[in-house]
């Protein structure tokens, strides 16, 4: 388990993207990546994300760009030639492993939002909850649920639960959002939570 530092400052935050490399069989998947690359982009967030220019993962790094924001992709050396990197990015980062990647991925962001995916995207979501379960950090995950694409994930979870495998707070280390402008004020309240702070503590005053 990778522990997890935010290292992007307040001001100007980043939101790490998991999901698919695929655009999946319904069309509203593909809409969704695009709607919420636009709006991270208008809110003023930052993308990090897996690097490849293909399925959802390319529609929102590309639109969050066409957006004005910054993007920044990971990719391991051997996925070049099966997700060809997103030329419109503003970095690239080259990594040796699939662990190192996730590593530099999480180290990057201040939050996780998690679309429509397959395995890859269900490992990176286990992984950044594992985390959270661990209290190794207390970034924001956020699951959109674009037509109810997470209601078998939550009931594995609730089965976890059931079973003795896991405590029930294990529900509330993240959050479920119907749709892209849900997922999107879910971050920047938590954003405006941290300025809020931030600002007592320059301050000199508690915080609560």
């Known amino acids: 388990?990778?522990?997890?530092?935010?290292?992007?400052?307040?001001?100007?935050?980043?939101?790490c993207v998991f999901c698919g490399s695929s655009h999946g069989a319904d069309p509203i998947f593909t809409q969704a990546a695009q709607q919420f690359g636009t709006a991270l982009a208008r809110e003023g967030f930052d993308l990090v994300f897996g690097g490849g220019g293909v399925g959802l993962m390319g529609e929102v790094a590309l639109s969050v760009s066409k957006g004005g924001a910054?993007?920044?992709?990971?990719?391991?050396g051997f996925l070049r030639h099966l997700e060809p990197p997103l030329e419109v990015s503003s970095q690239i980062v080259i990594t040796e492993t699939m662990n190192d990647r996730k590593a530099r991925m999480?180290?990057?962001?201040?939050?996780f939002a998690i679309l429509p995916g397959g395995i890859g995207t269900l490992d990176e979501f286990a992984?950044?909850?594992?985390?959270?379960?661990l209290r190794q950090h207390t970034k924001p995950i956020v699951l959109i649920n674009i037509k109810d694409y997470f209601a078998p994930l939550r009931a594995l979870l609730d089965h976890f639960v059931a079973n003795g495998f896991a405590g029930a707070g294990i529900n509330s280390l993240y959050e479920v959002a119907p749709t892209v402008e849900d997922a999107i004020k879910i971050f920047t309240d938590h954003r405006a939570g941290i300025v809020h702070t931030d600002i007592l503590r320059q301050a000199g005053a508690p915080s609560r």
Do not use: C, H, W, Y
């Open 127 to 133: 992984e950044v909850l594992t985390g959270a379960q």
């Open 70 to 76: 910054k993007v920044l992709g990971i990719i391991p």
């Open 1 to 15: 388990m990778n522990k997890m530092t935010r290292e992007q400052p307040v001001s100007r935050q980043a939101i």
């Open 106 to 111: 999480f180290a990057a962001a201040d939050g």
